[in-house]
């Protein structure tokens, strides 16, 4: 292990993370912070492969001004054993006066690592599950997680049930294909449909704040459209745990995430829509016109 340096860096930001907006704010999306960490940590050091990936960490919003083109951030790494680097995207955060300054953490992970070839178990077949509970992609968006075009990228059929979820994400065709990770899109909206199912089964609207691994196969282009498979693995300190599988066309494992955490990040200002939870106990069982439930 060596020591932490830190070095200072220039973040591009193009039009369409404005689409990525949480409480009236611009977010960068914690897919965009890991391709920035994964960009420098390729170009520092070829050698260590960024296709892996563990401790995954997303303490804090980075929030974007809607006028900004770049943005200035700093990067920390510091070389670990086994041919692994630990990195961390964060701000300068000034005090009034602008004397002292403090680095607001926006995102951590660790990169390198021993190379895994079998999928997550019981992960690789498609669930056949008779309790599914469908949730269109047009109400996703709309009540669930109203991100603004750019992000609306999980396709019907929209499946979640107790133990999990399935659905069509999409790689919108125009990306940069250049990506280290792939395009972030298609990992980006599995979790929008694990929000969903936090909604649904958890009675929370949740967000991604980390995940224990990730493993990328072979990295998606734009484009592309592909089915992920989320399994849901129960609570830990808070969060909701789950194990997520995202499958090219030809069923072939294109990445894979551990221990994906999430939580609610609002502290109760934000809570499901009504529909969502039909057929929970609890739940409101309006099903009439005007009410936002899905149309059977």
């Given at each position: 292990m060596?020591?932490?340096?830190?070095d200072c860096l220039r973040i591009a930001v193009p039009a369409y993370l404005r689409d990525h907006t949480f409480e009236g704010r611009v977010i960068l999306p914690a897919v965009e912070i890991l391709?920035?960490?994964?960009?420098?940590?390729?170009?520092?050091?070829?050698?260590i492969p960024v296709w892996i990936m563990e401790e995954a960490f997303f303490p804090r919003f980075l929030v974007l001004d809607p006028a900004w083109t770049t943005l200035n951030a700093r990067i920390e790494w510091q070389?670990?054993?086994?041919?692994?680097?630990?990195?961390?995207?964060?701000?300068?955060v000034r005090s009034r006066s602008g004397a002292i300054g403090r680095l607001a953490v926006h995102g951590t992970a660790v990169f390198g690592g021993e190379t895994k070839t079998e999928p997550i178990p019981?992960?690789?077949?498609?669930?056949?599950?008779?309790?599914?509970?469908?949730?269109?992609?047009?109400?996703?968006?709309?009540?669930?997680?109203?991100?603004?075009?750019?992000?609306r990228n999980a396709r019907d059929p929209i499946h979640v049930w107790?133990?999990?979820?399935?659905?069509i994400v999409e790689a919108p065709a125009g990306g940069d294909p250049r990506?280290?990770?792939?395009?972030?899109f298609p990992l980006d909206a599995a979790l929008h449909v694990a929000c969903a199912w936090c909604q649904r089964y958890g009675d929370t609207v949740a967000l991604p704040v980390g995940f224990g691994s990730r493993r990328i196969v072979q990295p998606i282009v734009p484009g592309e459209s592909c089915r992920a498979r989320i399994a849901a693995k129960g609570l830990s300190e808070g969060a909701f745990l789950f194990d997520i599988l995202i499958l090219g066309s030809d069923e072939r494992l294109r990445e894979e995430l551990s221990g994906v955490r999430m939580r609610d990040v609002s502290q109760g200002r934000l809570r499901p829509p009504d529909w969502i939870r039909v057929g929970k106990q609890g739940a409101v069982e309006?099903?009439?016109?005007g009410?936002?439930?899905?149309?059977a």
């Open positions: 060596t020591a932490r340096e830190s391709e920035i960490l994964a960009d420098f940590v390729q170009r520092r050091f070829p050698e070389l670990l054993d086994a041919g692994r680097v630990k990195t961390v995207l964060g701000t300068v019981g992960m690789d077949r498609e669930a056949d599950r008779s309790d599914r509970f469908a949730v269109p992609a047009e109400r996703l968006y709309r009540d669930l997680v109203p991100f603004g075009p750019a992000y107790e133990e999990g979820a399935e659905a990506r280290f990770l792939g395009s972030p309006d099903s009439s016109p009410n936002g439930n899905p149309p």
